[in-house]
Protein backbone atom coordinates (compact mmCIF):
# COMPACT_ATOMS: atom_id res chain seq x y z
CA UNK A 1 0.00 0.00 0.00
CA UNK A 2 2.82 2.16 0.73
CA UNK A 3 4.32 2.24 -2.70
CA UNK A 4 0.72 2.94 -3.59
CA UNK A 5 0.25 6.18 -1.75
CA UNK A 6 3.76 6.92 -2.82
CA UNK A 7 2.99 6.68 -6.88
CA UNK A 8 -0.58 8.52 -6.15
CA UNK A 9 1.37 11.22 -4.21
CA UNK A 10 3.71 11.49 -7.02
CA UNK A 11 1.30 11.90 -9.56
CA UNK A 12 -0.88 14.36 -7.59
CA UNK A 13 1.30 16.94 -6.49
CA UNK A 14 1.84 19.97 -8.37
CA UNK A 15 4.35 20.11 -11.11
CA UNK A 16 6.73 22.99 -11.46
CA UNK A 17 7.41 23.63 -14.92
CA UNK A 18 10.53 25.68 -15.93
CA UNK A 19 11.18 29.15 -16.04
CA UNK A 20 10.11 30.89 -19.62
CA UNK A 21 11.56 33.99 -21.06
CA UNK A 22 9.31 37.15 -21.35
CA UNK A 23 8.59 37.69 -25.50
CA UNK A 24 10.96 40.10 -26.77
CA UNK A 25 9.70 43.83 -27.32
CA UNK A 26 10.84 46.35 -29.32
CA UNK A 27 13.18 47.61 -26.47
CA UNK A 28 14.67 44.26 -26.21
CA UNK A 29 16.04 44.74 -29.81
CA UNK A 30 19.68 46.58 -29.93
CA UNK A 31 19.11 50.34 -30.72
CA UNK A 32 20.67 49.74 -34.35
CA UNK A 33 17.89 46.89 -34.99
CA UNK A 34 14.84 49.99 -33.34
CA UNK A 35 16.55 52.54 -35.53
CA UNK A 36 16.02 50.09 -38.80
CA UNK A 37 12.44 49.41 -37.54
CA UNK A 38 11.88 53.18 -36.60
CA UNK A 39 13.15 54.12 -40.65
CA UNK A 40 11.09 51.69 -42.15
CA UNK A 41 8.25 52.94 -40.47
CA UNK A 42 8.13 56.89 -40.61
CA UNK A 43 10.18 57.84 -44.03
CA UNK A 44 8.13 58.71 -46.67
CA UNK A 45 9.46 58.89 -50.40
CA UNK A 46 7.35 62.23 -51.17
CA UNK A 47 7.75 64.93 -48.03
CA UNK A 48 5.11 66.21 -45.87
CA UNK A 49 2.58 68.80 -46.98
CA UNK A 50 2.59 70.29 -43.17
CA UNK A 51 -0.27 72.73 -43.51
CA UNK A 52 -2.68 69.49 -44.99
CA UNK A 53 -5.47 68.67 -42.77
CA UNK A 54 -5.04 65.62 -43.06
CA UNK A 55 -0.82 65.62 -41.42
CA UNK A 56 -0.33 64.17 -37.88
CA UNK A 57 2.60 63.26 -36.02
CA UNK A 58 2.62 59.47 -36.27
CA UNK A 59 1.71 57.09 -33.62
CA UNK A 60 4.56 55.67 -33.10
CA UNK A 61 5.71 58.74 -31.75
CA UNK A 62 3.25 59.15 -29.43
CA UNK A 63 3.28 55.35 -27.78
CA UNK A 64 5.73 56.29 -25.08
CA UNK A 65 8.63 58.62 -24.46
CA UNK A 66 11.29 56.46 -25.11
CA UNK A 67 10.21 55.87 -28.59
CA UNK A 68 9.27 59.43 -29.27
CA UNK A 69 12.58 60.15 -28.20
CA UNK A 70 14.36 57.52 -30.38
CA UNK A 71 12.42 57.96 -33.68
CA UNK A 72 11.67 61.62 -33.44
CA UNK A 73 15.52 62.02 -34.79
CA UNK A 74 14.48 59.60 -37.63
CA UNK A 75 11.66 61.00 -38.85
CA UNK A 76 11.89 64.92 -38.57
CA UNK A 77 15.59 64.50 -39.63
CA UNK A 78 15.27 61.98 -42.68
CA UNK A 79 12.11 63.24 -44.16
CA UNK A 80 11.18 66.02 -46.31
CA UNK A 81 8.05 68.27 -45.09
CA UNK A 82 6.58 71.33 -46.87
CA UNK A 83 4.49 74.45 -46.43
CA UNK A 84 3.12 77.58 -47.99
CA UNK A 85 4.51 80.40 -47.08
CA UNK A 86 0.73 81.98 -46.50
CA UNK A 87 0.69 79.51 -44.17
CA UNK A 88 3.95 79.60 -42.12
CA UNK A 89 2.18 81.11 -38.65
CA UNK A 90 0.10 78.17 -38.13
CA UNK A 91 1.04 76.41 -34.56
CA UNK A 92 1.48 73.24 -36.71
CA UNK A 93 3.75 74.75 -38.97
CA UNK A 94 6.23 76.60 -36.90
CA UNK A 95 6.04 73.53 -33.88
CA UNK A 96 6.58 71.20 -37.03
CA UNK A 97 9.58 73.29 -38.00
CA UNK A 98 11.49 73.61 -35.09
CA UNK A 99 11.51 70.05 -34.91
CA UNK A 100 12.61 69.61 -38.30
CA UNK A 101 15.46 72.50 -37.75
CA UNK A 102 16.54 70.45 -34.02
CA UNK A 103 16.69 67.43 -35.72
CA UNK A 104 18.67 68.38 -38.64
CA UNK A 105 15.93 67.76 -41.38
CA UNK A 106 14.58 69.79 -44.24
CA UNK A 107 11.68 72.18 -44.72
CA UNK A 108 10.83 74.41 -47.45
CA UNK A 109 8.18 77.04 -47.63
CA UNK A 110 6.24 77.57 -51.22
Known amino acids: ?35 EIHRLALIETNSFCVRNKRYRVPDLLQVCQQCRNEASSIYYGENEFEACGCCSEMDQVRLTKRRVERFGGKMTLR
Open 1 to 35: MAANDDIKQATTSPTTSPPTKPPPTLFSLHAELRN
